[in-house]
């Protein structure tokens, strides 16, 4: 039998596309199943256009054999086959798809899902085989056709027997190498393991002879073997079942499984839309943050299918950075099993299917804010790290997705609270939405600089992670109100115009010492200040400029060689009797005013968390009072 050439040109092709398109050989088996349900849809589809009653879908099936004697895996259906000139054009020609003409032919008599659509997915069996054989007999025909290759060099076709319709593929799997081990797809827990990660939703049955053992008849330990048929997909996906067959448990125990966790999801989200893009979701919101969620190590995405056949185990473009906390899965009819992550990247179905899933996620989240706080708290506890970055990240050009979903500790209500809920117990003549940062909310409540407004009953957001402050300025403002630090040298609160009097003739009567003051501690701080926003303390630090003490410590820690420093000012309570103290000390004793000068900033220091430029100097400055 002379050997004909392939239409597509070369081996440097067929191995462009095995190597470009597949990055692990394992994907051939994925690759000849959906091939395998094609053929099933076709002929099924076929007996429905034929009013065909004598087909039902629990007549066909797929099975798989193997031989490790003969090194070959084989792969059979019962569907609709194909000619001999069928199987020159579907596999004599390298990226022409019997498949795809099928659906085009067929458009738009019906909806027709059809799995391999691009013609390449066939010749992935090269990856791991120095032979195909293909043994096909179309439904209706008398004769049977063999195709065979070990390659781009050519084929080999002929007549065959073979007595029902279907197509069986038979790979002699190629002898393993240094760098590669082959014989693990002649190894059954091997094909198993594929068969249920790939191919666990193809709607037929994917069957496969297995060796099992039994108790002998009438023996109490004696076992003998025996060979079975079985199953091993499960070939209905729960994303395609209607919401009312399903239970919270049906959800759960699927999460688990799939996903590996220990407890139940905090919510579920099952969707199918249909349009411009069709497709199936099921996503789950986890109660907890996986152990390694906030490191890089961490790999965000959703499980890809096309048509219940799994594309991709973590496809990133689905989920944004800030719901990257999202587990789960999307199946789109829309998207070819040949599409390569590459590809996915511009893929405009896969834009607007992320688009959609954005929105939904967001409308969840904000259903369970509004519906189940308590749940909402948890869920917040453990990932609304991540939806603050998201406010930051992109030079917040998420905000507006995000602003309605971050929580804030509240001085006044003593518990997390939206910045919707803030601003709806603001004060009438109220412009800003103050907030003071620190380690945790016991040390911000002592803060001296959240003294004047605590006394006039604002409510004061306390940010306690790093993120927090940057995210607010990132967002800039909420509901018209501006977002205000308690540091910040002027909170702008409403005073009469007898106490604006009294500071500016109390800071005149004190310039001279105040001046003093700033020239002791040098380029230390800005300014030295009478305060009046301290009531208890004697002496806060404050910030001039747009860059906050807190913000400046958190830049600090990174690890960059480059270190920055705020506009501090230090700010002296005007009621206290320290500032007398210093009046006295000036006028007596420069030295010590000088002393106490260096003391009073230090404590500032201390106050605020930073570290003392010079703590042995500090401490001499104490103990040459006390002597």
Request: one cysteine or more; a negative charge; charged letters at 30%.
């Amino acid at each position: 039998m002379a050997k004909k050439q392939f239409k597509a040109e070369s081996k440097r092709l067929l191995d462009l596309m095995i190597n470009s398109i597949y990055t692990h050989k394992e994907i051939f088996l994925r690759e000849l199943i959906s091939n395998s349900s094609d053929a099933i849809d076709k002929l099924y589809y076929r007996a429905l256009q034929e009013n065909n009653t004598g087909f039902s879908r629990e007549d066909f099936a797929i099975t798989i054999e193997l031989n490790k004697e003969e090194r070959t895996l084989k792969i059979s259906d019962n569907g609709i086959g194909m000619t001999k000139d069928e199987l020159e054009q579907n596999l004599g020609t390298i990226a022409k798809s019997g498949s795809l003409a099928f659906k085009k032919e067929n458009e738009p008599k019906d909806e027709i899902d059809i799995i391999g659509q691009f013609g390449v997915g066939f010749y992935s069996a090269f990856m791991v085989s120095e032979r195909v054989t293909v043994i096909s007999k179309a439904f209706g025909e008398a004769t049977a056709y063999r195709w065979e290759s070990t390659g781009a060099d050519g084929y080999n076709i002929g007549e065959y027997e073979k007595e029902s319709n279907g197509t069986e593929i038979i790979l002699n799997i190629k002898q393993n190498t240094e760098d590669e081990n082959y014989d693990e797809f002649l190894e059954n827990y091997r094909i198993q393991g594929l068969i249920k990660r790939y191919s666990d939703y193809i709607r037929y049955p994917i069957q496969m002879m297995m060796e099992k053992h039994h108790l002998k008849e009438g023996t109490e330990d004696e076992y003998e073997d025996y060979k079975e048929l079985e199953t091993l997909n499960s070939m209905v996906p729960i994303w395609k079942k209607n919401k009312s067959e399903l239970t919270d448990e049906d959800y759960h125990a699927f999460y688990k499984e799939k996903f590996h966790d220990f407890t139940d999801p905090a919510k579920v989200i099952h969707t199918n839309v249909e349009g411009v893009s069709t497709y199936n979701a099921l996503l789950f919101i986890p109660v907890k943050a996986p152990f390694n969620y906030y490191t890089k190590d961490y790999e965000k995405g959703l499980q890809l299918y096309s048509s219940g056949v799994l594309i991709m185990e973590k496809c990133a473009d689905l989920l944004p950075d800030y719901f990257s906390f999202v587990r789960g899965l999307v199946d789109s009819q829309d998207l070819s099993l040949n599409i390569s992550r590459e590809m996915l990247q511009h893929d405009r179905q896969l834009k607007s299917i992320a688009s959609r899933l954005e929105k939904k996620i967001k409308s969840e989240l904000l259903a369970m804010l509004n519906t189940d706080r308590e749940k909402y708290d948890a869920f917040f506890e453990s990932f609304g790290l991540q939806l603050k970055y998201g406010l930051y990240d992109g030079f917040g050009a998420n905000k507006d997705t995000l602003k309605d979903l971050v929580l804030f500790y509240s001085s006044s209500e003593k518990k997390m609270v939206t910045l919707s809920e803030y601003v709806s117990r603001c004060k009438a003549d109220q412009k800003y939405i103050y907030y003071a940062s620190g380690e945790n909310v016991d040390r911000i409540d002592k803060l001296p600089q959240i003294e004047l407004l605590k006394d006039k009953g604002y409510e004061i957001l306390y940010l306690t992670a790093d993120i927090d402050e940057f995210a607010l300025q990132m967002l800039h403002d909420f509901d018209g109100k501006d977002f205000k630090s308690a540091s910040s040298g002027d909170l702008e609160l409403e005073e009469s115009e007898e106490e604006k009097e009294a500071a500016q003739k109390q800071t005149e009567e004190n310039k001279e010492l105040l001046e003093f003051m700033k020239e002791t501690l040098g380029d230390k701080v800005s300014e030295v200040r009478l305060s009046q926003r301290l009531k208890t303390h004697p002496v806060c630090l404050s910030s001039a400029g747009e860059l906050s003490l807190e913000m400046e410590k958190v830049i600090n820690a990174l690890p960059n060689e480059q270190k920055i420093k705020a506009d501090r000012v230090l700010e002296i309570n005007a009621k206290h009797s320290v500032l007398e103290a210093l009046k006295q000390s000036y006028m007596d004793d420069k030295e010590k005013a000088k002393i106490y000068t260096e003391l009073l900033y230090n404590q500032a220091l201390l106050i605020e968390g930073f570290t003392l430029d010079d703590p042995v100097a500090f401490s001499n400055s104490i103990c040459s009072l006390i002597v």
